[in-house]
């Protein structure tokens, strides 16, 4: 009876590994084109943006955030 037992139990994680590994796919050709959307990115952009936002204020400058930012008075 143990035997049997046993034997259903392999059963049962054969097959459950087999369902979970035939459920990772890769995108298809036609749905890469989504991966590269703004609403699939990760949350800290906005933060990000936020926190350029404040130091910005905070540092007197408000250039174009490139490497061209003048000291406060306006002349980029």
Same mark, same amino acid.
């Given at each position: 009876?143990?035997? %049997?037992? +046993?034997?259903?139990?392999?059963i049962f994680?054969? *097959?459950?590994?087999? %369902? ?7 995108? &298809?050709? $036609?749905? &890469?084109? $989504?991966?590269?959307? *703004?609403? !699939? ?7 990000e943006k %936020?926190? !350029? #936002? %404040?130091?910005? $204020?905070?540092?007197? *400058? +408000?250039? *174009? #955030? ?9 002349? #980029?």
């Open positions: 009876m143990k035997k %049997f037992i +046993s034997t259903i139990k392999l994680l054969l *097959a459950g590994g087999a %369902f979970i590994l035939h459920s990772c796919t890769g995108p &298809k050709a $036609y749905q &890469k084109i $989504y991966l590269n959307d *703004a609403e !699939m990115e990760l949350a800290p952009k906005k933060a %936020f926190e !350029m #936002n %404040f130091q910005v $204020y905070r540092e007197g *400058a +408000s250039g *174009a #955030n490139g490497g061209k930012t003048g000291g406060g008075c306006g002349c #980029n």
